[in-house]
């Protein structure tokens, strides 16, 4: 879930559901006027930029950026049978959105996909992606991105074709990750 930059609308994403949905957050907190921002997706992990556009899963392999209404803005496509299930914009200038993936074959159905998640082997992967509209972040994110190892790393995503590349680390390596080359479409 997101919440807008002028903290008035919650958005969050009903996976099983296929869209996501907007709520207007009263004064006092509470939440009112329900209605759908976006149909016909496969909302997971969710992030918004500095112009209110929700970064969601399309429920296949690949994402979107979509604005309030359901117009996708922009599309990015990821190697067949590999689900990206969250989103994030980062990086020192927070123009680079992370897709976390992970090995997902429609054609075994929901249960093996689950097993196969759960007791491996492990097929995550962090891939990267340059975008031209920064994530938003509030006073609050400034002062814990500011404290991350990633505000002091200087991240260089692989910007040939405009393609998500790997985020390369030995940590993310130790869990059985693949190389970009061969999981990008």
Known sequence: MVITADNRTLIISESFAGRLT??????????????VFADGLGPDGICLDADDAVWASTGGFSVVRVAEGGEVLQRVEVRENRAPFALMLGGPDRRTLFIMTAEWRKADGITDNLARL?????????????????GWHGPAMTAIIA???????????D???????????????????????????
């Open 22 to 35: 907007a709520f207007d957050i009263d004064p006092d907190g509470g939440l009112s006027n329900r209605r």
């Open 118 to 134: 759960t007791n491996g082997p492990r097929t995550g992967e962090i891939l990267t992606l340059p975008v031209s509209v920064p």
């Open 147 to 157: 404290r991350s190892d990633l505000a002091h790393r200087h991240l260089r995503p």
């Open 159 to 185: 910007t040939h074709h405009h393609r998500p590349s790997r985020f390369a680390t030995s940590r993310l390596a130790s869990h059985g990750t693949r190389s970009a080359a061969d999981e990008i479409v």
